[in-house]
């Protein structure tokens, strides 16, 4: 094996690793919302800011996402790492909802720079295939951290405490050292102007707002799935662990991808699918056909963000990087507002009522995608 591909293995395992964290700490937020909410023995909404504090980190990263990235992959991912495992050790042993709120922040924070320098590890070389397959361990760690938390909830003394798995890979993360490819290509100049400059902007906007509307649906499960549970009468640990069907439903939607999903396309179809799982998810239904739902809402959405976040990297109107960062900022927008939204409305009505909201989201990141330009 020459020196270029070994350290090109070295790169893919640095960025499998960081997905996989990502994945970890997203595929447990619904369960530390309802464990925490337990354990410290407060209503759910007052930890309604676990969600939101994981997006102010996104923020963060697209408003100075370019700068960070500057530094290079390396220093990006090793902070990381260690921010992301500070942050999982206070939601996992954190005995006050201040302590839970700033886990989140911390997670949110390190999982923003993950995100960021994993299209920087990858490179150019074979692009698409090596981030769909770290996205693909994103999904997989997303699938089994609800079921680790439920594990640990009835073996240890809260399910909580597997949240703090990631912490040890991450100090691997956190003290190899991993040299980034050469030419990355992710500064590449922007197009030059065309003859109508503000049509390029507006749909520059628009892919960009498909990805807070995507996102903002997707989250809607993963922060209160769990809790529409245990409202239909599952109990908190065996809700955490059934959560985990969302996450069947879109690791196995992206391992079809969206070249199966016929001619409507990736983001109207699973749109289609996942609104009306959601709407499924509102109804007064049995638990087992609400899981079911809930797997099938994962299946649709799934494609989503891959090909919404692919529309708007290939934007040849701004340089690369400043489009990571735009794309991580959507992430937050999303991740900020969509926690609190439903946090809100579990105060007024039932919290299965509030994912309307879903099927409302992703109508609009449908017709946002059609009038984009190709």
Known sequence: MSVTTLQRVRRDRHALAI??????????????????????????????????????????????????????????????????????????????????????????????????????????????????????????????????????????????????????????????????????????????????????????????????LVVAAEFCFWTWGAARLVDSGVEVDTASGLTASFAVGMAVGRLIGPRSLGGLGPVSLGALVCGTSAMVVIADVPVLLLVAAMALAGLGIAVLYPVSLARLLDDPALPETRLIALAAFASGVAITVTPTLLGLLDRVVAIRYAFILVPVFLAGAVTLNRRARP
Request: with cysteine; aromatic share 6%; net charge positive.
């Open 19 to 212: 997905q996989a964290a990502i994945g970890w700490c997203i595929g447990g937020l619904g369960p530390v919302l309802v464990l925490g909410a337990r354990d410290l023995n407060v209503p759910r909404y007052q930890l309604a800011w676990l969600g939101s504090a994981f997006g102010f980190g996104l923020l963060a990263a697209g408003l100075l996402g370019r700068r960070i990235l500057s530094h290079g992959a390396e220093p990006v991912t090793r902070v990381g790492a260690v921010v992301v495992t500070a942050g999982v050790l206070l939601l996992g042993f954190g005995t006050t909802v201040p302590l839970l709120v700033a886990g989140g922040l911390l997670q949110g924070l390190g999982c923003s720079a993950f995100l960021i320098a994993t299209p920087a590890l990858i490179g150019i070389d074979d692009r698409a295939r090596r981030l769909a397959m770290a996205v693909g361990v994103s999904s997989i760690a997303g699938l089994l951290a609800p079921a680790v938390v439920a594990l640990a909830d009835r073996l240890l003394a809260t399910g909580r405490i597997g949240l703090i798995v990631p912490a040890f890979w991450l100090v691997v993360v956190a003290a190899r050292r991993v040299r980034a490819p050469e030419g990355l290509g992710i500064d590449r100049p922007a197009a030059v102007a065309s003859s109508k400059p503000e049509t390029m902007a507006a749909d520059t906007w628009r892919r960009w707002a498909v990805i807070v």
